[in-house]
């Protein structure tokens, strides 16, 4: 596939803002160029300068951990920064079409609606995996399509074959979102990033590394695409602090790891719990960090617990998740009160 013809029209000509820090990348010098405060910061830690908009450092330790090229590297404030630029870069408003494979990630829906896109849905089947005889004949309709694996809410990975089977046929970008890879065990479609050209993966250091509040997530792709993102995003949009503290926070991968085996081993514990309630009528298989579980009444033990201060998320008005609600694995104090309280719970009748 072509890039350059993928893109949106006023998106080929673009011309990006250079900002001061662009023209000169290094580090001695009198710099009087941005209309910083020389003096310093207020703060006894010093901010006084822009961050450097390409984030030079931060990705070169990404591509070391992640074994792919820093020019494959697209950083945002949060992966849902990726997806809005993803549809401003490719997608012509009131024109061009995207997949979405619901029940899945609201913010592709939500960025689509934003960017007045039009939004095709192949629904996922009963087990949450993909309805390849329905996309077949969409397929050849769309832009883009979004595969989120493991699927938020579902929790389970997409079959391999299927996505493979997109990758080969979709003449279109195919954006997996590996935002729960990590806790999945199986491998991440990084490593088909020089097979296909028109393959994008999402990762984010919400979920695993447990950095939610900094805001930084990763789109992976073709340097050609990332050129593009990299273009037409905000100049500074990773702060000083958030650059920094990851930078630090990519030595300690063996504390990611060990709570992710933490947190899949209080997984087993909680299904187990949780199967012994006569409220639960079902758990979905889980290759996450939540769970998705059938209850007899999900409204009914939503408002129950949320009076007793715990808070679950309701995926019950979702197509496929009728009566269900979405549970992250907490710390064992937590899970082992969840489950406290619901036996606690009485039914209405
Ligand atoms: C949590 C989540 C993300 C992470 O988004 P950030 O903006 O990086 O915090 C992305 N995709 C899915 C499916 C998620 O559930």
């Given at each position: 596939m072509n890039i350059q013809d993928f893109l949106r029209k006023n998106i080929k000509n673009f011309k990006a803002y250079s900002s001061a820090r662009d023209e000169y990348s290094g580090k001695e010098g009198i710099f009087i160029d941005a209309n910083e405060n020389a003096l310093g910061s207020v703060t006894s830690t010093e901010f006084n300068r822009y961050p450097d908009p390409q984030q030079k450092i931060?990705?070169?330790?990404i591509s070391e951990i992640k074994n792919v090229n820093p020019e494959q590297i697209f950083l945002g404030n949060g992966s849902d920064?990726?997806?809005d630029l993803l549809y401003r870069a490719f997608c012509e408003p009131g024109k061009d079409s995207v997949i979405l494979l619901p029940p899945s990630y609201g913010m592709y829906s939500v960025c689509a609606n934003l960017n007045d896109i039009n939004i095709i849905e192949v629904p996922l089947t009963k087990d949450f995996q993909i309805d390849m005889e329905n996309l077949?004949?969409?397929?050849?309709?769309?832009?883009?399509?979004?595969?989120?694996?493991?699927?938020?809410?579902?929790?389970?990975?997409?079959?391999?074959?299927?996505?493979?089977f997109v990758l080969d046929t979709f003449n279109g970008l195919v954006i997996i979102d590996e935002a729960y890879q990590d806790f999945s065990g199986s491998d991440s479609w990084l490593n088909e990033?020089?097979?296909?050209?028109?393959?994008?993966?999402?990762?984010?250091?919400?979920?695993?590394?447990?950095?939610?509040?900094?805001?930084?997530?990763?789109?992976?792709?073709?340097?050609?695409?990332?050129?593009?993102?990299?273009?037409?995003?905000?100049?500074?949009?990773?702060?000083?602090?958030?650059?920094?503290?990851v930078i630090k926070a990519l030595e300690y991968?063996?504390?990611?790891?060990?709570?992710?085996?933490?947190?899949?081993?209080?997984?087993?514990?909680?299904?187990?719990?949780?199967n012994k309630l006569d409220a639960v009528q079902h758990i979905y298989p889980s290759d996450a960090n939540f769970v998705l579980v059938k209850f007899a009444d999900a409204k009914f033990y939503y408002n129950e617990l949320i009076q007793r201060k715990i808070i679950v998320r309701d995926r019950s008005s979702l197509p496929g998740c009728e009566g269900c609600?979405?549970?992250?694995?907490?710390?064992?104090?937590?899970?082992?009160?969840?489950?406290?309280?619901?036996?606690?719970?009485?039914?209405q009748n």
């Open positions: 931060l990705k070169k330790r920064e990726a997806i077949k004949e969409k397929l050849v309709l769309a832009k883009m399509i979004f595969i989120c694996s493991p699927n938020n809410p579902s929790a389970n990975l997409m079959h391999k074959q299927d996505i493979k990033l020089q097979k296909y050209r028109n393959l994008i993966v999402l990762q984010t250091f919400s979920k695993a590394w447990g950095m939610a509040g900094l805001r930084i997530g990763m789109a992976y792709a073709d340097p050609e695409i990332i050129a593009v993102l990299s273009a037409i995003k905000y100049p500074y949009n990773l702060s000083e602090l958030v650059q920094q503290t991968t063996s504390a990611k790891d060990r709570m992710v085996n933490e947190l899949l081993s209080q997984k087993k514990e909680l299904i187990t719990e949780l609600l979405r549970i992250t694995i907490g710390t064992k104090e937590e899970n082992r009160t969840l489950i406290e309280t619901l036996k606690r719970i009485k039914t």
